[in-house]
C-alpha cells in the first residue's frame, strides 16, 4: 500500500463523520482550552522577561549567581544524561531482544521513578545519606559531601530522568525485532559490532528524542532538587531553584529572564521532536515499502 | 529440573534461547544499575517508616494538618484529572480525526508540560492566575472566582501537569481504531451521538482510564508548578509534597518519612492499577 494514497482516501470516507457546525465546535473548545491552559503560560514567560526592557533581561542573566547556577545545571546534566544513556541502552536491548521470566515486573521496577513524588525522590536520599542515616556519618568521617551538594543534585537528577530513555528505546527496539541483528551475527559480525553498526543506526531518532527528553528534565527538575540542594547560592543552586530565589525575592522580571532561558529549551525539545516524528514517519514508511 | 507448573507439559526454562549474545551483560548492568539508583534508595525509605512504629505512624497520619493536605493534594488532582479526561480526550479527536491548519504545531504544543520546567510553568501560572494577573483578574471580576493563592489554583496548575498524559494515551487508540465499525453503526441507522458513545468511546475506555490514572498519579505528587500558585497556607492550600519539605527544614524526619510513605504506597497502587488496565485492554481489545 503506498503511503501517499492512503490519506486520500480516508478523506472521501467522511461520510461517516460530525457535521460542519458540531466540527466547528469541538476545534474551537479543543483550541480554546490549549491557548488557555498551555500556550498563555509559555507566552507569559516571555512577554514578562522582556517586560522591562532587554537591559534588565540581559543583566539578569549576566548576573554571578545566574551564571554559576547556568554552570551547575550544565554540570549536572552532563552526568546524569550519559549514565542513564548507558542504562537505558543497556535496559532496551535486554527487554527488546531476550525473552526471560520476570519480564514485565523489570519494566514495572524501570517505570517507578514515574510514580514517585519528586519531592520524595529527594527525600529518600536525604534519608539514606542524611546524618541519622546508616552511611551518612561515616561518609562524613572520610570527608565526603553528598547531601547539599554536587552528587547529591546529580543522584537526586538521575533518578528522576531514570525512566526516559530506556521508555522511549524499548518499544522501538521491540517493534524492530531481531532478525537484522541475526543476520549479521551470521555473516561474521561480533556482538559489538553488531550492536553498532546494525542496532544504533536503526534506533538513532528515537535514542536521540530520549536524550532530548532526559536532558530537558535533567535542566528542569525542581522538587527533588530542592530537596537535596540546601539552596546555598552561587554554590549548589540550580537554574530552577534561582528561578524560585529571584521569584520570591519579588525579582519577576529577572526570574522570568532565566525562566525564559529554559522555556526555550523545552521549545528547542518539542521542535526536533515534531522534525523527527515527521522524518520517523517517512523511514518506517519507506521500511513497509521494501 | 523443576516444573513451571503441575501438569505442565513443557520443562521451567527460565529464558528463552537466542543467538545474540550480550544477555548477561545487559542484565547484569540493568540490574545494578536499578538497584543501586532507585531500590536501595526507596528500601531506604520502606525501612525509615517502619522503624517509626504503627502507633507513631498513625500519629503522624492522622495528624489534622497532614490529613487536610492529603486532602488537597489527592482532592485537586482527581478534580484536575477529570478535567484533562474529558479535554484530552476532546483534543485528542481533534487532532486524529480533523485536519486544519496549524494542526502538527497544536500536537506538538500538547507536550509542552512534558518538557517545561515545573518552576518555569509555576511561576507563568502564578503571574496569570493571581488576583491581579491577565486572567485572575477576569475569572475575579466576571465571574467572581478566585483561582491564585487558592485550591482552585492548585487544581489550575495540576490541569496544565496532567494534560498530555491523557491526549497521549488516547491518541494512538483512537488512530488505529477500524472507522468500517463506525460505517456498520451508521448504516444499521444509529445517529452520529450513538455511534460515538456505543461504539467508539467503549473501544476507548482503557487508554482513557489509564490516561486518568497516569494524570492523577502525576498531580498528587507535583511539587513544583503548584508551589507558586498554590498559597500555601496550612490547613487551606498546602500541598502534602510542601508539607514534607516543612518538616524536613524543622529536621522533623519522622513527619517527612510518614507522609512520604502514604503518598508512595498510594502512588504504587495507582501504577499497578494502570498496569493491570493495560494488560486487560492488551487481552481485549488488542492494543496498549
Given at each position: 500500500?503506498?503511503?501517499a494514497?492512503?490519506?486520500?482516501?480516508?478523506?472521501?470516507?467522511?461520510a461517516?463523520?460530525?457535521?460542519?457546525?458540531?466540527?466547528?465546535?469541538?476545534?474551537?473548545?479543543?483550541?480554546?482550552?490549549?491557548?488557555?491552559?498551555?500556550?498563555?503560560?509559555?507566552?507569559?514567560?516571555f512577554?514578562?522577561?522582556?517586560?522591562?526592557?532587554?537591559g534588565?533581561?540581559?543583566?539578569?542573566?549576566?548576573?554571578?549567581?545566574?551564571?554559576?547556577?547556568?554552570?551547575?545545571?550544565?554540570?549536572?546534566?552532563?552526568?546524569?544524561?550519559?549514565?542513564?544513556?548507558?542504562?537505558?541502552?543497556?535496559?532496551?536491548?535486554?527487554?527488546?531482544?531476550?525473552?526471560?521470566?520476570g519480564?514485565?515486573?523489570?519494566?514495572?521496577?524501570?517505570?517507578?521513578?514515574?510514580?514517585?513524588?519528586?519531592?520524595?525522590?529527594?527525600?529518600?536520599?536525604?534519608?539514606?545519606?542524611?546524618?541519622?542515616?546508616?552511611?551518612?556519618p561515616?561518609?562524613?568521617?572520610?570527608g565526603?559531601?553528598?547531601?547539599?551538594?554536587?552528587?547529591?543534585?546529580?543522584?537526586?537528577?538521575?533518578?528522576?530522568?531514570?525512566?526516559?530513555?530506556a521508555?522511549?528505546?524499548?518499544?522501538?527496539?521491540?517493534?524492530?525485532?531481531?532478525?537484522e541483528?541475526?543476520?549479521?551475527?551470521?555473516?561474521?559480525?561480533?556482538?559489538w559490532?553488531?550492536?553498532?553498526?546494525?542496532?544504533?543506526?536503526?534506533?538513532?531518532?528515537?535514542?536521540?528524542?530520549?536524550?532530548?527528553?532526559?536532558?530537558?528534565?535533567a535542566?528542569?527538575?525542581?522538587?527533588?532538587?530542592?530537596?537535596?540542594?540546601?539552596?546555598?547560592?552561587?554554590?549548589?543552586?540550580?537554574?530552577?531553584?534561582?528561578?524560585?530565589?529571584?521569584y520570591?525575592?519579588?525579582?519577576?522580571?529577572?526570574?522570568?529572564?532565566?525562566?525564559?532561558?529554559?522555556?526555550?529549551?523545552?521549545?528547542?525539545?518539542?521542535?526536533?521532536?515534531?522534525?523527527?516524528?515527521?522524518?520517523?514517519?517517512g523511514?518506517?514508511?519507506?521500511?513497509?515499502?521494501? | 529440573?523443576?516444573a513451571?507448573?503441575?501438569?505442565?507439559?513443557?520443562?521451567?526454562?527460565?529464558?528463552?534461547?537466542?543467538?545474540?549474545?550480550?544477555?548477561?551483560?545487559?542484565?547484569?548492568?540493568?540490574?545494578?544499575?536499578?538497584?543501586?539508583?532507585?531500590?536501595?534508595?526507596?528500601?531506604?525509605?520502606?525501612?525509615?517508616?517502619?522503624?517509626l512504629?504503627?502507633?507513631?505512624?498513625?500519629?503522624?497520619?492522622?495528624?489534622?494538618?497532614?490529613?487536610?493536605?492529603?486532602?488537597?493534594?489527592?482532592?485537586?488532582?482527581?478534580?484536575?484529572?477529570?478535567?484533562n479526561?474529558?479535554?484530552?480526550v476532546?483534543?485528542?479527536w481533534?487532532?486524529?480525526?480533523?485536519?486544519?491548519?496549524?494542526?502538527?504545531?497544536?500536537?506538538?504544543?500538547?507536550?509542552?508540560?512534558?518538557?517545561l520546567p515545573?518552576?518555569?510553568?509555576?511561576?507563568?501560572?502564578?503571574?496569570?492566575?493571581a488576583?491581579?494577573?491577565?486572567?485572575?483578574?477576569?475569572?475575579?471580576?466576571?465571574?467572581n472566582?478566585?483561582?491564585?493563592?487558592?485550591?482552585?489554583?492548585?487544581?489550575?496548575?495540576?490541569?496544565?501537569?496532567?494534560?498530555?498524559?491523557?491526549?497521549?494515551?488516547?491518541?494512538?487508540?483512537?488512530?488505529?481504531?477500524?472507522?468500517?465499525t463506525?460505517?456498520?453503526?451508521?448504516?444499521?441507522?444509529?445517529?452520529?451521538w450513538?455511534?460515538?458513545?456505543?461504539v467508539?468511546?467503549?473501544?476507548?475506555l482503557?487508554?482513557?482510564?489509564?490516561?486518568?490514572?497516569l494524570?492523577f498519579?502525576?498531580?498528587v505528587?507535583e511539587?513544583?508548578?503548584?508551589?507558586?500558585?498554590?498559597?500555601?497556607?496550612?490547613?487551606?492550600?498546602?500541598?502534602?509534597p510542601?508539607l514534607?519539605?516543612?518538616?524536613?527544614?524543622?529536621?522533623?524526619?519522622?513527619?517527612?518519612?510518614?507522609i512520604?510513605?502514604?503518598?508512595?504506597?498510594?502512588?504504587?497502587?495507582?501504577l499497578?492499577?494502570?498496569?493491570?488496565?493495560?494488560?486487560?485492554s492488551?487481552?481485549?481489545?488488542?492494543?496498549?
Amino acid at each position: 500500500m503506498s503511503e501517499a494514497a492512503a490519506p486520500r482516501r480516508k478523506r472521501r470516507r467522511t461520510a461517516v463523520g460530525e457535521g460542519p457546525m458540531t466540527r466547528a465546535a469541538l476545534l474551537t473548545a479543543a483550541f480554546v482550552f490549549l491557548v488557555l491552559i498551555l500556550i498563555a503560560p509559555l507566552m507569559v514567560v516571555f512577554v514578562e522577561a522582556l517586560s522591562r526592557g532587554l537591559g534588565v533581561y540581559f543583566n539578569a542573566l549576566a548576573m554571578p549567581d545566574t551564571l554559576s547556577a547556568l554552570q551547575l545545571t550544565l554540570l549536572v546534566a552532563a552526568i546524569a544524561v550519559p549514565a542513564n544513556l548507558v542504562f537505558g541502552i543497556a535496559a532496551s536491548w535486554l527487554i527488546a531482544k531476550f525473552d526471560f521470566k520476570g519480564k514485565a515486573f523489570l519494566v514495572t521496577l524501570i517505570d517507578l521513578p514515574f510514580a514517585v513524588s519528586p519531592v520524595v525522590s529527594g527525600l529518600i536520599f536525604v534519608l539514606l545519606f542524611g546524618a541519622n542515616s546508616l552511611i551518612g556519618p561515616m561518609l562524613s568521617d572520610a570527608g565526603i559531601k553528598i547531601l547539599f551538594a554536587v552528587p547529591g543534585i546529580v543522584l537526586a537528577t538521575i533518578f528522576i530522568t531514570f525512566p526516559f530513555i530506556a521508555r522511549e528505546l524499548i518499544p522501538l527496539m521491540e517493534q524492530q525485532g531481531s532478525s537484522e541483528e541475526e543476520a549479521a551475527l551470521s555473516l561474521g559480525a561480533s556482538g559489538w559490532r553488531t550492536f553498532f553498526q546494525v542496532t544504533l543506526p536503526n534506533v538513532k531518532w528515537g535514542l536521540l528524542y530520549g536524550v532530548l527528553l532526559c536532558n530537558a528534565r535533567a535542566m528542569g527538575e525542581f522538587g527533588a532538587v530542592s530537596v537535596v540542594s540546601g539552596h546555598i547560592r552561587g554554590q549548589t543552586n540550580t537554574l530552577p531553584l534561582h528561578i524560585e530565589i529571584l521569584y520570591n525575592d519579588n525579582k519577576a522580571a529577572a526570574a522570568f529572564a532565566v525562566a525564559s532561558l529554559l522555556a526555550a529549551l523545552a521549545l528547542v525539545t518539542l521542535a526536533v521532536k515534531t522534525v523527527l516524528e515527521a522524518r520517523f514517519a517517512g523511514e518506517l514508511a519507506a521500511q513497509r515499502r521494501h | 529440573m523443576t516444573a513451571a507448573a503441575p501438569g505442565a507439559a513443557q520443562t521451567f526454562r527460565w529464558r528463552r534461547r537466542s543467538v545474540l549474545p550480550g544477555f548477561g551483560l545487559s542484565m547484569g548492568y540493568t540490574i545494578a544499575y536499578l538497584s543501586l539508583i532507585v531500590l536501595i534508595p526507596l528500601a531506604g525509605l520502606a525501612i525509615s517508616s517502619a522503624s517509626l512504629g504503627w502507633t507513631e505512624f498513625w500519629r503522624i497520619a492522622t495528624d489534622q494538618r497532614v490529613l487536610k493536605a492529603l486532602q488537597l493534594s489527592f482532592g485537586a488532582a482527581m478534580i484536575a484529572a477529570i478535567v484533562n479526561t474529558v479535554f484530552g480526550v476532546l483534543v485528542a479527536w481533534v487532532l486524529v480525526r480533523y485536519r486544519f491548519p496549524g494542526r502538527r504545531w497544536l500536537d506538538a504544543a500538547v507536550d509542552l508540560p512534558f518538557a517545561l520546567p515545573t518552576a518555569v510553568a509555576g511561576i507563568a501560572l502564578a503571574t496569570l492566575y493571581a488576583p491581579n494577573g491577565p486572567f485572575g483578574a477576569i475569572l475575579d471580576d466576571w465571574f467572581n472566582i478566585k483561582v491564585g493563592f487558592t485550591p482552585t489554583g492548585v487544581t489550575m496548575a495540576l490541569i496544565f501537569v496532567g494534560l498530555p498524559f491523557v491526549v497521549r494515551t488516547v491518541q494512538p487508540v483512537l488512530q488505529e481504531i477500524d472507522r468500517e465499525t463506525e460505517e456498520v453503526s451508521a448504516t444499521l441507522g444509529a445517529g452520529r451521538w450513538r455511534t460515538v458513545t456505543r461504539v467508539i468511546l467503549p473501544g476507548l475506555l482503557p487508554a482513557i482510564l489509564t490516561g486518568f490514572a497516569l494524570a492523577f498519579a502525576r498531580g498528587v505528587g507535583e511539587y513544583g508548578s503548584v508551589i507558586f500558585i498554590a498559597g500555601n497556607l496550612p490547613y487551606q492550600s498546602e500541598i502534602a509534597p510542601l508539607l514534607i519539605i516543612i518538616r524536613l527544614e524543622e529536621n522533623n524526619y519522622a513527619g517527612a518519612t510518614a507522609i512520604a510513605a502514604i503518598m508512595l504506597v498510594i502512588s504504587f497502587a495507582m501504577l499497578l492499577v494502570v498496569n493491570l488496565l493495560q494488560g486487560w485492554s492488551r487481552r481485549y481489545f488488542g492494543h496498549v
